[in-house]
């Protein structure tokens, strides 16, 4: 079992209360870093030294937070709204456990049972839903929880088929997962490392990370969808779970950098590491806003495909994930 992961995906880290996976990467990184601060938003920028001065600055980042729940309202027979907080799919949250505020109250998100339901209801929207968390009425819920609790998934990591991974927040923990195993080791030059927080409502720590470090290029760790499932013949897969890290040439929020893009796919080659192009124009992670800092920044993603991200559990390979890493430190030395 990869201890560290498994680890790193238990955390509670709702996009802005990042505190305990914060807590996690400063105890592993702190020995192996020259210098590590936490700014005013609770990003961690740690710069470590290599074997000779960097030639230009470079920043990689990989976003803490992941997506969750929000306690909105409480009902007069206890029951809790909420809404999403990130891009959640309200088809997939009935019946799924959930952990609720600092004190870890368990719930189970609820819907009108199908046979109750009209036709037009069928297909539940998040305002149809509401979270058990067995009390009687809302006096006796509110001893325990309160209006804007966040609420995170309560999912278990799982190694299972053939070096899958199944645990919840693989986007992005797999992304910090690989910068600190990156940090352990010894570098060609100076790198500065960038854990940020709130990536799933905004990019909001990315935005004052970059400012801060003002990178000339950067290299953003991230979990990205594989739609390997079953597809009409038409459809692409986007990417695909066991075939390599993904490179993107574009997406929603940026165009990459056509020469750092081609830096990082000659790289592939000569480290002969799997590597797979995002056929698809879609989403959006920090690169466009790193991108857009100060004088501007060369930006490029390296993600791991997943399946069913922004969902209570997603899979990934641990094999991609390996090759992710060995990829990030073949682009550094590419870099010089």
């Given amino acids: 079992m990869n201890k560290e992961l498994s680890y790193l995906t238990s955390l509670f880290g709702a996009t802005g209360s990042e505190g305990d996976v914060r807590q996690a990467i400063l105890n592993e990184i702190r020995p192996y870093c020259d210098k590590v601060d936490v700014d005013h938003l609770g990003n961690i920028i740690a710069f470590k030294r ?12 990989a976003h803490m937070d992941e997506i969750a729940l929000m306690v909105t309202h409480i009902d007069g027979d206890g029951y809790l709204k909420f809404s999403a907080v990130g891009g959640i799919d309200p088809r997939i949250l009935p019946g799924k456990h959930v952990v609720i505020g600092r004190r870890k109250l368990h719930g189970v998100i609820g819907v009108m049972a199908p046979h109750l339901a009209k036709d037009e209801e069928k297909v539940a929207k998040i305002e149809d839903l509401f979270i058990d968390i067995g009390a009687r009425d809302r006096q006796e819920a509110e001893e325990h929880v309160a209006v804007g609790d966040l609420i995170g998934f309560d999912t278990g ?12 927040a693989l986007d992005d923990r797999a992304g910090c997962y690989v910068l600190i195993e990156m940090i352990k080791k010894e570098l060609p030059f100076d790198v500065t490392f960038a854990f940020t927080v709130m990536e799933e409502i905004g990019c909001i720590g990315a935005a004052t990370a970059a400012y801060a470090v003002r990178p000339q290029y950067a290299l953003i760790l991230e979990g990205t969808t594989a739609g390997d499932i079953h597809t009409d013949k038409n459809q692409t897969s986007v990417c695909k779970v066991g075939y390599g890290p993904v490179v993107s040439f574009m997406d929603h929020s940026a165009i990459y950098d056509r020469e750092f893009f081609k830096t990082v796919l000659e790289a592939a080659k000569e480290a002969d590491i799997p590597v797979q192009l995002k056929e698809a124009v879609s989403g959006g992670n920090e690169s466009g806003t790193i991108q857009r800092s100060w004088g501007g920044c060369k930006v490029l993603a390296l993600s791991v495909p997943c399946r069913y991200i922004h969902s209570p559990v997603s899979v990934a390979s641990l094999e991609d994930i390996e090759n992710t890493l060995k990829l990030a430190l073949a682009i550094l030395n590419k870099l010089l």
């Fill in 50 to 61: 290599g074997s000779m001065e960097a030639p230009f600055s470079l920043m990689l980042s």
């Fill in 157 to 168: 990591y799982l190694e299972f088929g053939e070096g899958l991974v199944r645990a919840k």
